[in-house]
């Protein structure tokens, strides 16, 4: 009897210990396994986190690349209406430039058609005493007077057309010895009292207008 007991109080011990073991493993189970909603929820908040200064800088750099858009369209608008405002000055420019030249053409060509104008009306006065000599000569007069009205008429005309042509820079040219290119030798004459060269006689007078011959003279040169 005593036996059996004994036998019972070791089993009773033994269930006794093995409950002990279940107990102390549950609170060990319970302590060692972690939440996993707690996990999730930390897991969350790491990646949002990290997604956070992502979107940030996402952001940011959006932010920018609009300004620098928006910075350097303004400088192409800028670009473009300087481009237009100088295409339009040169364009005025040009047709200024157009109007005067044609400007300058009209007046050249005026000037050309118009060159011998002044010549012209000095003219005038030439033609004015030819005419009075001519009126002159057609009075009561005696034929002697007549030749002489005639001659200080011509005399007079001849005078005005000098003093034109002074006006003008019109001379005639200069007689001494024979010059080719002044003078056309028309006859040779022996004279004792010229030397080889000599101009004789002026047959019909040379001008220059300034430097340039208008018209050689008529002469004849002695042998």
Do not use: C, W
């Not at 009075?132 to 008429?153: N, R, T, W, Y």
């Not at 006006?167 to 006859?187: N, R």
Request: hydrophobic share 35%; no cysteine.
């Amino acid at each position: 009897m005593e036996k059996q007991d004994n036998t019972n109080d070791e089993s009773i011990t033994t269930d006794q210990d093995e409950t002990t073991n279940d107990e102390n493993m549950d609170t060990t189970q319970d302590e060692t396994i972690p939440d996993i909603e707690a996990i999730g929820e930390a897991q969350a908040q790491e990646e949002a986190q990290a997604q956070a200064p992502e979107e940030s800088d996402e952001a940011r750099f959006d932010s920018l690349d609009e300004e620098f858009r928006s910075k350097m369209q303004a400088q192409v608008d800028e670009a473009n209406n300087q481009a237009t405002e100088a295409k339009e000055k040169l364009l005025r420019a040009y047709a200024d430039f157009e109007n005067f030249k044609k400007q300058l053409q009209k007046e050249k060509y005026n000037m050309i058609d118009y060159a011998s104008e002044k010549f012209a009306s000095d003219l005038l006065a030439p033609i004015d005493a030819l005419q009075m000599a001519i009126v002159s000569s057609k009075g009561d007069f005696e034929p002697s007077q007549v030749v002489q009205k005639l001659q200080e008429g011509m005399e007079l005309t001849l005078k005005a057309f000098n003093t034109v042509f002074e006006k003008h820079d019109i001379t005639e040219v200069e007689y001494g010895k024979h010059d080719p290119e002044l003078h056309q030798a028309v006859m040779k004459i022996d004279d004792e009292k010229f030397e080889t060269g000599d101009i004789v006689e002026v047959l019909q007078k040379g001008y220059k207008y300034k430097d340039r011959l208008l018209r050689e003279a008529m002469v004849s040169v002695a042998n």
